[in-house]
C-alpha cells in the first residue's frame, strides 16, 4: 500500500495533479488554443511530468473533454440547485434567476466560455457527442421552466422541444460574441440580451 508522504496521501497527491492539469490545460488551451499546444507544455505549466499526465489523461482530447464537461456539470449544478430552492413561482423571476446564475457561472472565467464554445468544437465525435448531451440536458431544461410557465396560465399551451434547442444555440452564440468581443462586452448587457430573448420566445403566441 502507498504511503503518505509529508502528511499527504497518494490519493491526495494524485487529485492534487489532475487539479494542476486541469488549470493548466485551460489556460493553456485558451491562449495558445488547443490545436497548438503540446502535452508537454500543459506538464510545464501544471508542474507535472508526463508521465503524471497519462496516468490521468489518456490524451490531450480527454483532458479538454473533461474540462467541458466540469464547465458544463458545474453551472448547470448552480442553476438547478438556485431554482430548487427558488419560492417565487412566477415566470419572469424563475427565468431571471435562472439566466443570471448560468451567466455568471460561465463567464466568471471568460476562459470558460472560450474552451466551451470555441476551442472545444469539431476537435473529434466523442467531444461533440458530449457537446449534444449537454445541449440536449440545457434545452431540456429550459422546456420545462417553459412548460411549468404554461401551467401556470402565463405562456401558451404548444410545444416548446424547438423553442429551447433555439434558445440554447442563441445563447451560446451570445456567449461567444462575449469571449470574442474586443473590447470585451459588459456581461450585464450580454444577461440582459439573453433574459429578454428567453422570456420573448416562450411567451410569444
Given at each position: 500500500?502507498?504511503?503518505?508522504?509529508?502528511?499527504?496521501?497518494?490519493?491526495?497527491?494524485?487529485?492534487?495533479?489532475?487539479?494542476?492539469?486541469?488549470?493548466?490545460?485551460?489556460?493553456?488551451?485558451?491562449?495558445?488554443?488547443?490545436?497548438?499546444?503540446?502535452?508537454?507544455?500543459?506538464?510545464?505549466?501544471?508542474?507535472?511530468?508526463?508521465?503524471?499526465?497519462?496516468?490521468?489523461?489518456?490524451?490531450?482530447?480527454?483532458?479538454?473533454?473533461?474540462?467541458?464537461?466540469?464547465?458544463?456539470?458545474?453551472?448547470?449544478?448552480?442553476?438547478?440547485?438556485?431554482?430548487?430552492?427558488?419560492?417565487?413561482?412566477?415566470?419572469?423571476?424563475?427565468?431571471?434567476?435562472?439566466?443570471?446564475?448560468?451567466?455568471?457561472?460561465?463567464?466568471a472565467d471568460p476562459r470558460?466560455?472560450?474552451?466551451?464554445?470555441?476551442?472545444?468544437?469539431?476537435?473529434?465525435?466523442?467531444?461533440?457527442?458530449?457537446?449534444?448531451?449537454?445541449?440536449?440536458?440545457?434545452?431540456?431544461?429550459?422546456?420545462?421552466?417553459?412548460?411549468?410557465?404554461?401551467?401556470?396560465?402565463?405562456?401558451?399551451?404548444?410545444?416548446?422541444?424547438?423553442?429551447?434547442?433555439?434558445?440554447?444555440?442563441?445563447?451560446?452564440?451570445?456567449l461567444r460574441e462575449w469571449?470574442?468581443?474586443?473590447?470585451?462586452?459588459?456581461?450585464?448587457?450580454?444577461?440582459?440580451?439573453?433574459?429578454?430573448?428567453?422570456?420573448?420566445?416562450?411567451?410569444?403566441?
Open positions: 500500500m502507498a504511503r503518505a508522504y509529508a502528511g499527504i496521501s497518494p490519493e491526495q497527491r494524485r487529485a492534487e495533479r489532475r487539479a494542476k492539469l486541469l488549470q493548466a490545460g485551460l489556460q493553456l488551451f485558451t491562449s495558445t488554443g488547443f490545436a497548438a499546444t503540446k502535452i508537454t507544455e500543459v506538464c510545464t505549466e501544471a508542474g507535472v511530468s508526463t508521465r503524471n499526465f497519462y496516468e490521468e489523461f489518456g490524451s490531450k482530447e480527454d483532458l479538454l473533454r473533461e474540462l467541458h464537461d466540469l464547465i458544463n456539470a458545474t453551472a448547470f449544478t448552480r442553476v438547478r440547485t438556485t431554482l430548487a430552492e427558488l419560492e417565487a413561482t412566477d415566470l419572469a423571476t424563475r427565468i431571471t434567476t435562472l439566466l443570471d446564475v448560468f451567466v455568471t457561472s460561465v463567464t470558460a466560455p472560450r474552451l466551451n464554445y470555441v476551442e472545444a468544437v469539431g476537435v473529434n465525435a466523442e467531444i461533440e457527442q458530449q457537446h449534444v448531451r449537454w445541449v440536449t440536458a440545457w434545452a431540456e431544461f429550459i422546456e420545462s421552466e417553459a412548460l411549468r410557465a404554461a401551467a401556470a396560465g402565463v405562456a401558451p399551451q404548444r410545444s416548446y422541444r424547438l423553442t429551447a434547442i433555439a434558445l440554447v444555440g442563441a445563447i451560446t452564440g451570445l469571449q470574442a468581443h474586443r473590447p470585451p462586452l459588459a456581461v450585464d448587457e450580454i444577461a440582459a440580451e439573453i433574459r429578454e430573448l428567453v422570456l420573448a420566445a416562450i411567451t410569444r403566441p
